[in-house]
């Protein structure tokens, strides 16, 4: 590297750490700069706070879409919201939407981190994404049907995420359960639920490629419109983790969804017999 270019790299870090108050970790500010993979959470409130500015303090937040969440290491559960990153191809472009209902009507106000590098904020795409933008965004069927049916019931109700801020799990905690949760729960023919050890890492262990996660935290009871076997779950909560994997296996697309507790104490299941962090809905 050329010394110009050397400084060069050094004044920018000095002038992003220089922004920031003296409370903010210097170490964050500085691998911003180099990297721009961010959990859910991560700018939550930055969102929150522009959408109840703007629209009024009553604004709520009734879904939270993850596209091309990464899935491998220590980035597993974020998303790489880097510009460069869809320069090749925007479809694998990496991106967080917050989507409020504006208060007395049936309209969204949508949010997204902000991908300039050492950025902390959000940027608005009302103007750009409609309720069937934010569907086609969602590249399996499944997924779509289930986001779909949902966000038709938020704009013609009420519902919206009701957990707490502080209480909720972040991102790559929920991504965790669906990968590792053993036992995961499941539903046979008859709709009893069971034990099953199959999870997001023995379905991404298959042999397969075009491999992608896409998360959604949705308000779980009655917008999902999922069955009562499920919904009826001992610890059942009110809002879900959606976790929805993909990949392509012999020309075959196949998908893996799995449904997540939203807070680090709940459990769902049959208390004493069958519990667990995860549910299997892809068949239901």
Not at 134 to 143: F, M, R
Not at 208 to 233: E, Q
Not at 269 to 283: E, M, Y
Request: with cysteine; net charge positive.
């Amino acid at each position: 590297m050329k010394i110009k270019s050397i400084i060069a790299v050094i004044a920018l870090v000095i002038i992003s750490v220089s922004l920031y108050s003296c409370s903010d970790n210097a170490v964050n500010t500085i691998n911003d700069i180099v990297s721009n993979k961010v959990t859910a959470k991560d700018r939550l409130d930055s969102a929150y706070a522009q959408a109840q500015r703007k629209y009024s303090p009553s604004t709520q937040l009734v879904l939270l879409f993850g596209k091309n969440v990464l899935y491998d290491g220590t980035d597993a559960g974020k998303t790489d919201i880097s510009i460069t990153t869809g320069i090749s191809d925007p479809n694998n472009l990496g991106a967080w939407l917050y989507i409020f209902k504006k208060p007395g009507t049936d309209t969204l106000a949508v949010y997204t981190p902000n991908p300039v590098p050492g950025a902390r904020d959000c940027i608005e795409l009302t103007a750009l994404f409609s309720t069937n933008t934010i569907i086609n965004l969602i590249a399996d069927t499944s997924a779509r049907n289930i986001v779909s049916g949902a966000l038709s019931m938020i704009t013609n109700s009420s519902f919206h995420i009701s957990t707490n801020r502080t209480n909720l799990v972040n991102s790559d905690v929920a991504y965790g359960y669906s990968y590792s949760s053993n036992p995961i729960i499941k539903f046979n023919s008859t709709w009893i639920p069971s034990a099953s050890t199959n999870n997001g890492s023995t379905f991404f262990g298959q042999t397969g490629t075009d491999k992608t996660v896409n998360m959604f935290l949705v308000p779980g009871l009655g917008t999902l419109n999922l069955p009562a076997y499920i919904s009826n779950l001992t610890g059942f909560p009110q809002d879900l983790w959606v976790i929805n994997y993909k990949q392509t296996s012999g020309g075959v697309t196949q998908s893996f969804i799995a449904g997540t507790v939203v807070e680090s104490t709940q459990m769902m299941g049959i208390t004493g017999l069958l519990t667990s962090r995860a549910i299997n809905i892809s068949k239901y």
